[in-house]
């Protein structure tokens, strides 16, 4: 399931547990996707099925109306359906400043503020799948409506961000950690779990590689002193013949030319007598050395 879809049919089964919430969540999704008709009539339409229900329980729950529920097809687009819910005449709604369509009225208390955001996202919001990418943005029509979403994210320290769009402004959230809060300051949990489940893999997969790309570059510097040791030994071999080495120097240096790509460590368990990692390269700076004196760099 997409995760905008699974975003909102889990808000849509939060219900605030006091009234003043109730009315904070019904009031955002009215002021963004409402339409009062002259004598006071209510409608409320939205492409998903899952808010269309909510406004339904609320304005039942709230103000006991009578709501019909109607289903239409987009003309445009792609022919998704038009869910709408019209309640006969609601006054206290009809009153409530938090419900006009061109307003920056907020909610004075935070639990309402909570309420507002989950009710604006339901009817404006969207969020990437988490494995694409971090993004979270409410679609508005009107520069006021982008800014009352700014201001009422900023209220809980989520700085948004606004950029226009074809049709209307996206009030957006890019960083991982400002979506989780906001998730969790809707009541998104199953959400949540699913988007920081993605945020700790991505974490981990990270730190995998970073891990890997060290032991790649650790492999290449070893590769590297090994080449130049076997050109070193080559050298000496060039120059005066391995036999004119002391033994344990000689061993050591046919040792290396057997296995031009064993580590210290292994050249030492080859050697016999066993020699420890420090003594293997001791005696190789000491083949260096004769490798440099007779003039190889
Ligand atoms: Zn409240």
Not at 38 to 54: C, H, I, M, Q, W
Not at 102 to 128: E, I, Y
């Amino acid at each position: 399931m997409p995760f905008s879809l699974s975003i909102k049919n889990e808000l849509a089964r939060v219900f605030p547990e006091q009234r003043c919430c109730e009315r904070s969540e019904l009031a955002a999704i009215v002021s963004l996707d409402g339409k009062w008709s002259e004598d006071g009539k209510l409608e409320v339409t939205s492409s998903n099925a899952a808010a269309a229900r909510k406004v339904y329980t609320l304005l039942k729950n709230l103000y006991q109306t009578e709501n019909r529920v109607s289903v239409r097809k987009q003309r445009r687009l792609d022919k998704k359906n038009l869910y709408g819910v019209s309640a006969q005449p609601v006054e206290q709604l009809a009153d409530d400043p938090l419900a006009q369509p061109d307003t920056d009225a907020l909610p004075s208390k935070g639990c309402c503020r909570r309420s507002f955001l989950r009710g604006a996202f339901l009817a404006r919001g969207s969020a990437t799948n988490p494995n694409r990418g971090y993004h979270l943005e409410f679609w508005t029509n009107s520069k006021r409506e982008a800014e009352r979403i700014v201001g009422c994210l900023e209220s809980f320290d989520l700085a948004a961000g606004i950029s226009p769009r074809k049709r209307g402004l996206v009030v957006y959230l890019k960083d991982g950690e400002k979506i989780a809060h906001l998730l969790r300051l809707m009541g998104a949990h199953r959400a949540l779990l699913r988007f920081e489940d993605v945020r700790i893999m991505k974490g981990m997969r990270g730190q995998v590689n970073r891990l890997v790309n060290c032991e790649t570059a650790n492999m290449d510097k070893t590769v590297q002193a090994a080449m130049k040791q076997v050109a070193q030994i080559r050298r000496i071999q060039e120059k005066i013949g391995l036999d004119k080495l002391p033994p344990k120097l000689r061993e050591l240096a046919r040792l290396r030319l057997e296995h031009p790509y064993a580590t210290l460590t292994e050249l030492g368990d080859l050697l016999t007598p066993r020699v420890t990692k420090s003594g293997v390269s001791y005696r190789m700076r000491r083949l260096s050395r004769i490798a440099e004196d007779l003039g190889a760099g």
